[in-house]
């Protein structure tokens, strides 16, 4: 008997005030129930919308011009316009029959509010960049920062930690706990995640989210990437290569100077002959 593995929750991140669609795909055709529902950290599930494959309806509080219901092409969009921090919360989307339903997907939608430094309490990530080796690890920190002293760190939080890699559309969570902060300092809890980087499906960029005071706050990233070592065998090539240019450099000079002198030597022996022949001409003959 195989046991069903749990899908993992995406991640997407939506600006303050923009608009922004989530997707759920049908996996059939026939006729069948379909419900989008809302949970928001430390409140009950709500219901946004119900009805069936061929009409869904908003529910009470969400039947308003801020939410949209639509069907494409074997899919249910939601849309929600100008997005807020109400409406950062976890989205499912669930389908099937009266006797059996299904949850076919979640997406954790998170508003960023560029106003988050301005607030007592805010998140920082570090580093910014990462390279690392295939086989080799990293270690990423995620601190909770506050502005004053009233507001100091307190002692529980949910932290969670999302990748998003190369061509994936959403990041998902891949570490998630509870428990107190690795460090405390007076002003702030760090908390790290240590990853080994196998290959380059480990490469993309690291969130992290720390859920407080009813809100969650989030970092603005670490980008990790692999580097290729050098290999010996490049360096052995390479010196080799050099020493070639060397010695065909020195041929080449080497060739060029041998018929200067020929040519010297060629002018001296008939300067040689020249004197010869002049004093040949001046000696007196002797007559008999």
Not at 178 to 195: A, F, G, I, T
Not at 232 to 254: D, E, K, Q, R
């Amino acid at each position: 008997q195989t046991r069903d593995v749990p899908h993992q929750i995406s991640l997407t991140v939506a600006e303050l005030g923009n608009n922004f669609t989530l997707t759920c795909p049908l996996t059939r055709d026939k006729a069948g129930l379909f419900y989008w529902f809302k949970l928001k950290f430390g409140y009950m599930v709500q219901t946004v919308a119900a009805g069936t494959f061929d009409k869904i309806t908003l529910k009470e509080q969400f039947d308003n011009s801020k939410f949209t219901v639509t069907k494409g092409d074997a899919q249910y969009f939601l849309k929600i316009t100008n997005v807020s921090k109400e409406d950062e919360a976890t989205y499912f989307c669930q389908a099937g029959s009266a006797y059996t339903m299904k949850f076919i997907s979640g997406t954790l939608l998170a508003v960023n509010d560029h106003k988050n430094q301005q607030k007592p309490v805010y998140v920082r990530q570090s580093p910014e960049t990462e390279s690392v080796q295939p086989g080799g690890s990293v270690t990423l920190q995620c601190s909770l920062l506050s502005k004053n002293k009233e507001n100091q760190c307190p002692g529980e939080h949910s932290v969670y930690w999302f990748r998003a890699g190369s061509g994936e559309s959403h990041p998902g969570v891949i570490y998630t706990h509870r428990n107190r902060s690795d460090e405390q300092e007076e002003r702030s809890c760090v908390y790290s995640l240590s990853k080994t980087i196998h290959n380059s499906s480990d490469t993309g960029t690291y969130y992290c989210a720390v859920v407080t005071c009813g809100e969650i706050l989030f970092g603005e990233g670490t980008k990790v990437e692999t580097r290729q070592e050098l290999w010996p065998f490049v360096i052995v090539l390479g010196t080799l290569l050099a020493g070639f240019v060397i010695v065909t450099v020195a041929l080449i000079i080497s060739r060029n100077q041998k018929p200067v002198c020929k040519h010297c030597n060629g002018e001296v022996t008939a300067s040689n002959h020249a004197e010869h022949d002049r004093s040949a001409q001046n000696q007196p003959s002797n007559v008999v």
